[in-house]
C-alpha cells in the first residue's frame, strides 16, 4: 500500500523556522519524483516546491524562493521542506505529493498544518 505520511507542521511565530518530513512507503521512492504542495485558508493548492527523483533539479514558488529548501532523502524514503522566515501567507496544510512525471503528482499525503501568528 502506497502511504504518504507528512510531519512538523506547528503553530509558529513570524519570521520562524520549521523543518516537514515526509516518509513515504509501499513503492520505491528513488523513481519518484517528490513535491511539496500547500493550500491555505480559502485558497487553492499550490506548489511549494519540487526535487527530481537523484536531487539534481529543484523547483520553488516564487514566494518562497530562498525562503524554503526542499531535499530528499533516498536511503531514508523521507522528502523534507525546510522553511525559514515564516510569514502568515505560509499559513496552510502542506502535503506532499509523489510524481512520476514531473511536476504532475499522483498521489498524495494527508498532510500537516503550518499556523504562523504571533
Known amino acids: 500500500e502506497v502511504q504518504l505520511v507528512e510531519s512538523g507542521g506547528a503553530l509558529v511565530q513570524p519570521g520562524g523556522s520549521l523543518r516537514l518530513s515526509c516518509v513515504a512507503s509501499g513503492f520505491d521512492f528513488s523513481r519518484y519524483h517528490m513535491t511539496w504542495y500547500r493550500q491555505g485558508p480559502g485558497k487553492e493548492r499550490e506548489l511549494v516546491a519540487a526535487i527530481t527523483t537523484t536531487s539534481g533539479t529543484t523547483n520553488y514558488a516564487d514566494s518562497v524562493k530562498d525562503r524554503f529548501i526542499i531535499s530528499r532523502d533516498n536511503e531514508k524514503n523521507t522528502v523534507y521542506l525546510q522553511m525559514h522566515s515564516l510569514n502568515s501567507e505560509d499559513t496552510g496544510v502542506y502535503f506532499c505529493?509523489?510524481?512520476?512525471?514531473?511536476?504532475?503528482?499522483?498521489?498524495w499525503g494527508n498532510g500537516t498544518l503550518v499556523t504562523v501568528s504571533s
Open positions: 505529493g509523489r510524481a512520476y512525471l514531473w511536476l504532475r503528482p499522483d498521489y
